[in-house]
């Protein structure tokens, strides 16, 4: 115990004053003046301090939409209501998947990148925004895509190399675990939407444009000097409460014509991944896998302790997969369950803190899905 806190406020002091070795000097003498017979130890834990960065869309937005002329928003009640108290943004009741992550990684919770004030990038920051996708078409203009998201990192990436010296910048974000949930959007929303795209590109060449931005945006971070990259792989979408709701005629039947997407997104992204590994120096990787661990509790929610597994706990329509719960989004009238942690669906897309919580569980310390890859512990404690 007694380790564990000399071992934080090291952690801490020598992350606030690295920037400058001397000053850093200065403030240990006269605040921590334990710290100064174990200064070699110092320079270690900071050594082994890893940064979260976390890239996608609302399985992961922990309220960038606050701040943008956004459609997809959760900043109302009920979210929010199981953990916070109050609505921060997430599209839940309470934490997402990197919420989890962060604290099982002993870090804050990582804030998301929009919100004002929030200049300190030691620990890594949130660019997720619910609604994006890869492509810049996926509701261009009321969200924000990969590529924009991609900038803000660039721009981060530059204030940690003027604040902390280009060396000591460059082995943090060598430390980091950039997460990644993306993918979704862009092929839900062409049916949203009846788009033409549907009709223009094969299923193929359509995920092969995703997969194509994704690797881009993954080199690019690799060239700031990412090594090491978390993907959730894609839910089963046809059976999302939302697509059997409003998608295919909102008959309540699994919405399939999704499915080839998320199939060969699944197929491809293990592929791709193991492909950079070979190209990139360093890389390393893990995907959790997302399809058939939802697949499993829509199917057996009793299975993993929980009473529902089709329908969500806040919305309207069938399955409740009519996007409304908090009633802001047009349709006024929404049902709320009275027990979340019974359900796997806290809305029309997206799941309950406890369901969140099971895939954190798992992309934490479970068994790598993929031979080649690794869990999120590993890759945190890689140096
Ligand atoms: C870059 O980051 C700084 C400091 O966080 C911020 O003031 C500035 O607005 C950012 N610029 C862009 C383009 O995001
Ligand atoms: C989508 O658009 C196509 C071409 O405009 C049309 O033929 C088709 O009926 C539309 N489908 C739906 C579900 O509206
Ligand atoms: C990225 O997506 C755009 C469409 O938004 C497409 O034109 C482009 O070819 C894609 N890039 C790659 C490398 O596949
Ligand atoms: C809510 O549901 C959970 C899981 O089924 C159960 O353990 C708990 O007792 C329930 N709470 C209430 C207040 O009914």
């Given amino acids: 115990m007694e380790t564990r806190q000399v071992e934080d406020a090291n952690a801490f002091s020598a992350r606030r004053v690295s920037p400058m070795a001397e000053f850093g000097f200065h403030a240990c003498l006269f605040v921590f003046c334990t710290s100064l017979v174990i ?20 399985l992961f937005d922990a309220g960038n939409n606050n701040y ?29 998947v990197p919420d989890y992550i962060a604290e099982y990684a002993k870090l804050p919770l990582i804030p998301p990148y929009l919100q004002p004030g929030n200049h300190e990038y030691t620990n890594g920051v949130n660019f997720a925004s619910s609604g994006a ?8 203009g009321r969200v924000i895509d990969l590529q924009t998201q991609l900038s803000y990192f660039k721009n981060v990436s530059r204030v940690m190399r003027k604040k902390l010296g280009d060396a000591e910048a460059q082995a943090l974000l060598s430390r980091a675990v950039y997460l990644f949930s993306v993918g979704g959007n862009d092929y839900l929303f062409p049916f949203e939407e009846n788009s033409s795209v549907l009709r223009t590109y094969s ?14 945006v993954i080199k690019e971070i690799h060239k700031m000097g990412g090594r090491k990259f978390g993907f959730l792989d894609m839910l089963p979408l046809n ?19 999704v499915t080839p997407y998320a199939k060969l997104h699944n197929k491809q992204l293990p592929k791709l991944l193991r492909k950079l590994q070979s190209e990139l120096k360093g890389f390393k990787y893990s995907i959790l896998p997302c399809y058939s661990f939802l697949d499993q509790r829509i199917k057996h929610p009793s299975k993993y302790g929980f009473k529902v597994g089709e ?36 809305d029309s897309f997206h799941l ?18 993929i031979s080649g890859s690794y869990n999120l512990k590993a890759l945190f404690e890689f140096n």
Wanted: charged content about 15%; proline content about 4%; aromatic content about 16%.
């Fill in 311 to 346: 329908a969500a706990c806040c919305g309207s329509g069938p399955y409740r997969g009519i996007l409304s719960c908090g009633g802001k989004t047009g349709v006024k009238d929404y049902y709320l369950c009275h027990n979340v942690s019974e359900y796997v669906f806290f």
């Fill in 133 to 140: 996708g890869a492509l810049v078409e996926t509701r261009q």
């Fill in 239 to 257: 059976c999302l409460p939302f697509s059997r709701a409003s998608l295919g005629g909102g008959g309540g039947a699994c919405f399939e014509k």
């Fill in 39 to 58: 200064t070699n130890a110092q320079s270690q834990i900071s050594k082994n301090h890893a940064p979260l960065f976390i890239f996608g869309d609302s």
């Fill in 352 to 369: 309950t803190e406890k369901a969140y919580q099971q895939f954190a569980k798992q992309f934490w310390n479970g068994k790598p899905s």
């Fill in 68 to 96: 943008i002329d956004a459609v997809l928003k959760a900043d109302f009640w009920p979210y929010g209501e199981t953990f916070f108290k109050y609505p921060t943004g997430r599209f839940s009741d309470g934490r997402l």
């Fill in 203 to 216: 299923v193929q060449q359509f995920v092969g444009l995703v997969m194509g931005n994704i690797t881009t």
